[in-house]
């Protein structure tokens, strides 16, 4: 595979190292062939993220509005138009190259629309599909410039992307409550006989009140279930790739553990892994890399068979 020119991939690589210090560490694991096409990768998806989250932003139509640039900047990156900037033209590139189809992408923007709405987590399908989206479409595309394709594989990548996200939602739990997010479904909370808006109030305070702990633990229960499903397609890709890939898993399931120690306690304090735990973890990512993984039977989850079914032929689908 060749590389995006030197000068984009440069300025791609600059700006992860300098704002995306976990990826960016976590991309040197990767072997050359794949690494500079999963910076630029890394680097559109930031951007967009950036774009969205921008504190300038205000209200939900200003929102709209940044994502809706979004969906031009991959108009550029996809159609025959000149793609701007260093990062469209790096990630336009990688697209073409690796046959990336443009759902993958347009999934991710789709999710920020989730966000630019404040639109809500009904129940865990919804905060399932939410992830499918941010973080599911993003394993998806990190696949493909790894050089597999094969329905298991991305279904499987899929279920790691989800269950990073869900991570995230549990880490979080405070720090979104004072952007006045709450991701944690709404009938897990009524579960507890707490309403959206009167989680809110008590993820603002901290610590955790014991029924949001609950919420929290149920949470990283699911995704330690999809941690476990996504190790059978770690296997299928490239030699090369497996050991990254292993170590992103358990490091990101290690983030979990800590929000557990910390008693599920979310709102008063952020779980952090230390760097002596991460890298004890990348070292046993190696090794588990040496192993052969063994077969699924899972086909992939509701929420992400359509990103699945954007890569698969559709003689591949019904199989």
Known sequence: MSSPSSRDFAECEAMLREGSKSFYGASRLLPSRVRPAAIALYAFCRTADDAVDDPSLVGKSER????????????????????????ER???????????????????????????????TPDLASLEAYAARVAGAVGAMMTLVMGARSKEALAR???????????????????????????????????????????????LRGPADPRLRRTTARLLRRAELLYARAETG????????????????????????VVASNGYDAVSTRAVVSTGKKLLLLAEGRARALVPSRASVDGPLDATRYLVDAVTPESERAA
């Open 90 to 120: 790096a990630f336009s590139r990688v697209a073409h190259e690796h046959a990336i189809p443009r759902a993958l992408p347009d999934a991710l923007l789709d999710g920020m629309a989730w966000d630019a709405d404040d639109r809500e």
């Open 234 to 257: 770690i296997g299928l890709l490239p030699k090369d790739c497996r050991a990254a890939i292993w170590g992103a898993r358990l490091v990101y399931a290690e983030i979990g553990r």
């Open 157 to 203: 990548a899929c279920d790691l992307g989800v269950a990073m996200q869900l991570t995230n939602v549990a880490r979080d739990v405070g720090a979104d409550a004072r952007l006045r997010r709450m991701y944690l479904p709404t009938t897990w909370l009524a579960d507890e006989g707490l309403s959206r808006d009167e989680a809110l109030a008590l993820a």
């Open 64 to 87: 709209a509005i940044a994502v809706a640039v979004l969906g031009k900047r991959l108009d550029r990156v996809y159609d025959a138009r000149k793609p701007e900037g260093a990062v």
